[in-house]
């Protein structure tokens, strides 16, 4: 079974805050990393992406991502009340086209 | 453009009928995915077809489950006999070549 794991939380973080999400995930064949971003009763919403190792940053969220270490991460900077969500770590392998998923990790953002 | 379509939104049934979900994906995407979401167990893949062909459907959790894509513009995802372990949200998601999935509003099934 190959695992994406990711802290469940919640993670509790003051409006203008860093908040740091983080996932680590076990085939090391995997190629391409997703974040995802889902509201209570909503669809998951696409925040980022990633393949290669380092950094990459869009707005306010950076994504980073250490292959020998099987670990990614999320950086969102001056979190609002709105960022306030479950964020799903997803992970790609090369041997197949599907994305798996972790469980994901409740945020919340406080005024 | 507009973005998956899935129905019904919402399906509340009895155990032993069946249930069939609907869903049309971003047109031009080449790639379908069917999952399901549980409190306990997170995002399950189910199936997922390219080009219309089903490529892997290990995770089907049985044989009640059963999906189709009769063309480039439509999927269905069916459950027959329906069970109250079946009560799940069901996400189809369409994919263009770059990978990245975009997902549904959902189907919320609930099996009394």
């Known amino acids: 079974q190959k695992e994406v794991e990711q802290n469940s939380g919640p993670l509790s973080v003051p409006e203008g805050a860093i908040a740091s999400l983080n996932c680590t995930y076990s085939?090391?064949?995997?190629?391409?990393f997703f974040w995802y971003r889902q509201y209570s009763g909503k669809s998951p919403e696409l925040i980022m992406f990633?393949?290669?190792?380092g950094d990459k940053e869009d707005g306010r969220f950076t994504a980073q991502l250490n292959k020998a270490s099987q670990y990614v991460s999320l950086l969102i900077r001056d979190s609002q009340p709105s960022d306030s969500a479950t964020y799903l770590c997803?992970?790609?392998?090369?041997?197949?086209?599907?994305?798996?998923f972790g469980k994901g990790t409740s945020l919340l953002v406080t005024p | 453009d507009a973005g998956v379509i899935q129905s019904p939104r919402h399906e509340v049934t009895e155990m032993g009928q069946e249930v069939t979900l609907r869903c049309k994906p971003i047109?031009?995407?080449?790639?379908l995915f069917w999952y399901r979401q549980t409190m306990m167990r997170g995002l399950e893949l189910l199936i997922y077809?390219?080009?219309?062909?089903?490529?892997?459907d290990s995770g089907m959790p049985e044989d009640r489950f059963s999906a189709k894509m009769p063309n480039a513009s439509f999927s269905t995802l069916k459950i027959q006999p329906s069970e109250p372990r079946d009560s799940a949200v069901y996400f189809c998601?369409?994919?263009?070549?770059?990978?990245?999935?975009?997902f549904g509003e959902g189907s919320r099934l609930t099996v009394l």
């Open positions: 990633i393949y290669s190792n």
């Open positions: 998601a369409s994919s263009p070549q770059t990978g990245e999935l975009f």
């Open positions: 997803a992970v790609r392998s090369n041997s197949g086209y599907a994305l798996n």
């Open positions: 077809f390219n080009n219309n062909v089903p490529i892997d």
């Open positions: 085939d090391r064949g995997s190629q391409s």
């Open positions: 047109s031009g995407h080449n790639s």
